[in-house]
């Protein structure tokens, strides 16, 4: 799923109906929050852009910036976001009615009966509208594969095991019912296996998102690795970014690999996309906090205190998340004093400062957004 901004301010418990709609608020509170600097109009068409390139690779998702769908997890939670695979949207849960969640004996990642029972307690408080009952699928033939997300998703994309899954599956369905399975439904073809399951059961049938190694996201990266290699873009995997080769306040390139000495990879511009802590893109030490390729100012408290909260899952969020690169309105990395550092980089993602994506629900919404936008303007220097 793509989330556009599930909470703000993020201390509020309810989610927001609408991120386009407190865009405004998130102007007031955070100025320099990655939104703010793209703008509404850029918002909308970045996730429009994505959306056609989901579409064309025969991965459709549904939804909009201006409402926000509210989706179960496999835990039985709920998660606000604001785009997400067409294969989902049967989930939603503002839809009245029963649904039947359906597992697979022996996929560890997946117990039916946990998410429909946390479910129903949602539902008892007033907080979705559906109702919930849990069944478990004895083992299917796999051919000798482990039993695991991956390998499920492979299997249902041919045709005999969708046939052998829907003989099982149809004396297990009622009347009316909506089937919720684990986002196991096709690895390749995703969309024609779900079209095709619809078919054979007759009935509504959605995805829930399961922990890594996520499904949904390795189409998404496959389809999107297929059209930039179609566009004739090189894509390198493994290799890290080394020593930067700087001319003044432009940065010519980078050392890939195990050597600092070389061979120099150079282009006319950059976009830095490192992430926050957990991608490698910001480290600390005991009293810093610093930006890991290029050494680009962080701002951040002096007192370490103040980079955490001592309640751990508070809803405000962890200060650190809010730590990052200070970006222009170009996405362009800026000194303490506002200036730009190099003419020629930019920025994109969660390696910008002021969001947190954990605590907002913003993570996809903002690389989107910021991707969009920095990788034009890097674009149109040639």
């Not at 909009?64 to 604001?82: A, D, I, M, R, W």
């Not at 399951?197 to 922990?211: A, G, Q, V």
Request: aromatic share 10%; with cysteine; charged share 20%.
């Amino acid at each position: 799923c793509i989330d556009g901004l599930g909470y703000f301010p993020t201390s509020n418990e309810n989610f927001l109906p609408s991120p386009l709609n407190a865009l405004d608020k998130l102007r007031e509170s955070l100025p320099h929050h990655p939104y703010v600097k793209v703008g509404r109009e850029k918002i909308l068409s970045s996730l429009a852009y994505f959306q056609e390139l989901a579409s064309l690779g025969g991965m459709p998702y549904c939804g909009s910036f201006e409402s926000t769908v509210l989706l179960p997890t496999s835990l039985g939670t709920f998660h606000p976001t604001c785009l997400a695979p067409e294969t989902m949207k049967g989930g939603t849960l503002t839809i009245p009615g029963p649904v039947l969640l359906l597992g697979f004996k022996g996929l560890k990642d997946f117990s039916p009966f946990l998410a429909a029972e946390n479910l129903n307690i949602l539902r008892a408080r007033g907080a979705v509208a559906s109702s919930f009952r849990a069944e478990t699928l004895g083992r299917l033939d796999l051919g000798g594969k482990a039993l695991n997300a991956v390998n499920l998703a492979r299997a249902f994309d041919e045709e005999d095991f969708r046939n052998q899954f829907s003989r099982n599956v149809k004396p297990l369905l009622k009347t009316g019912e909506r089937l919720g399975l684990p986002a196991v439904l096709g690895f390749h073809s995703s969309f024609e296996d779900w079209a095709d399951l619809k078919k054979k059961l007759d009935s509504e049938i959605f995805e829930l998102p399961l922990p890594p190694p996520s499904v949904p996201g390795l189409r998404l990266y496959n389809l999107l690795r297929n059209h930039f290699r179609d566009k004739g873009v090189r894509i390198v995997i493994g290799l890290s970014a080394l020593n930067p080769l700087i001319d003044g306040k432009k940065l010519m390139g980078f050392a890939l690999g195990g050597s600092k000495q070389g061979p120099f990879y150079k282009a006319p511009a950059f976009v830095l996309a490192t992430g926050k802590f957990v991608g490698g893109g910001l480290d600390s030490d005991r009293g810093k906090i610093y930006e890991t390729l290029l050494d680009l100012p962080v701002n951040h408290p002096k007192n370490r205190g103040e980079w955490f909260n001592p309640r751990i899952l508070a809803a405000t969020g962890q200060p650190f998340n809010r730590f990052g690169v200070e970006v222009d309105q170009n996405l362009q990395p800026v000194d303490h004093q506002g200036q730009v550092i190099y003419s020629n980089l930019f920025a994109a993602g969660g390696i910008i400062a002021q969001a947190d994506s954990m605590s907002e629900k913003s993570g996809g919404g903002v690389a989107i957004a910021t991707g969009y936008v920095a990788g034009n303007l890097a674009a149109a220097m040639k």
